[in-house]
């Protein structure tokens, strides 16, 4: 049993690992638990978008100096996306390079043929995403077609998004102009963006209920398992919750949230769940638009 939880060598990369069988046979599932659409109707405006700001990053190096081979996880990135494009919402796809997504192909739920489906609609997007800075002045325009901004998870988010100005100005638009902000699992690393060059009390995010993945599962159950390769180097809740963001969750169960128009969710489990309110929220909005 020793051997399967060791983390898997990337022959890509020097010193660089995939996640342990063991720890797959635990965390990924070849179906997911969507059970279909639950909005009404869908919107066919045909004006109104999300943008995803999604990672562009493959690596992730360790305390140890060990690299993680990882990516936006596609459960938490294609779910979401499902439930939204099906609602009649244009999705797109931005990386802070303008290089392509990164999936942790390893998650893919190969026998699930609605989020493979998507997958394979979204492809070329994926592959040719947009380079954010140069959409930013479209995003954030006065008539933005906009809705709001989703981040996937995966370990893949804790790499540039947390420092980058240009994800900064995402969430300040979204802040100020009443858009929503949907992201889950790693993917409110993001979040940290909106701190950079700021005082501490000037985060927006502060006062904020939030669901992330859980600390204590980074720096326990993830290493011991062999998920990760070595421990982090620094945890995204502890952070979060330094400049006064209040984490709900201590596990992971599915648990989503909403408060006022950010949108989260726990993990992979939440995924679902995170893409109906989603849905359901954007529907809403373009309701009360006329």
């Given at each position: 049993?020793?051997?399967l939880?060791?983390?898997?060598t ?12 063991y ?16 909005f009404d ?5 045909g004006?109104h978008?999300v943008l ?9 190096e360790?305390k ?5 081979s ?7 990135t ?10 009649g919402?244009e999705?797109e ?17 190969t026998?699930d043929?609605?989020?493979t489906?998507l997958?394979e609609t979204?492809?070329p ?11 930013l ?7 933005s077609?906009?809705?709001?901004v ?7 988010a ?15 638009w ?19 963006a ?7 009390e000037d985060?927006?995010?502060?006062g904020?209920?939030?669901?992330v ?20 180097q ?8 330094a ?7 201590e596990?992971i169960?599915?648990?989503?949230n909403k ?9 992979p ?6 893409g109906?309110?989603?849905a ?5 909005k373009v309701?009360?638009l006329?």
């Amino acid at each position: 049993m020793t051997d399967l939880k060791s983390p898997v060598t990337d022959r890509a990369e020097h010193n660089a690992f995939f996640p342990s069988e063991y720890s797959l046979s635990q965390y990924v599932a070849k179906k997911t638990d969507f059970d279909g659409f639950k909005f009404d109707k869908p919107y066919t405006g045909g004006k109104h978008k999300v943008l995803m700001v999604a990672s562009d990053e493959r690596y992730l190096e360790m305390k140890n100096g060990k690299l993680f081979s990882t990516g936006n996880h596609p459960v938490e990135t294609l779910l979401p996306m499902l439930h939204i494009h099906h609602a009649g919402f244009e999705i797109e796809v931005a990386t802070l390079s303008g290089n392509s997504v990164k999936f942790e192909m390893w998650a893919m739920p190969t026998e699930d043929k609605a989020v493979t489906g998507l997958y394979e609609t979204y492809l070329p997007k994926f592959k040719n995403p947009h380079k954010l800075a140069d959409i930013l002045a479209e995003v954030t325009a006065e008539d933005s077609p906009y809705l709001g901004v989703l981040i996937p998870g995966g370990h893949a988010a804790l790499h540039g998004l947390p420092f980058s100005t240009d994800m900064k100005a995402v969430l300040n638009w979204a802040f100020k102009n009443d858009k929503y902000i949907i992201s889950l699992c790693h993917g409110p690393a993001a979040f940290l963006a909106a701190s950079v060059g700021e005082k501490q009390e000037d985060f927006p995010f502060k006062g904020y209920e939030i669901c992330v993945f859980p600390d204590a599962l980074d720096e326990g159950a993830n290493v011991d398992i062999g998920y990760i390769p070595g421990k982090l180097q620094w945890l995204l809740a502890e952070r979060l919750e330094a400049l006064g963001v209040k984490v709900l969750n201590e596990g992971i169960t599915g648990q989503v949230n909403k408060d006022r128009n950010v949108l989260t969710g726990d993990s992979p489990l939440a995924s679902n769940n995170l893409g109906i309110l989603a849905a359901d929220e954007l529907l809403k909005k373009v309701g009360s638009l006329g």
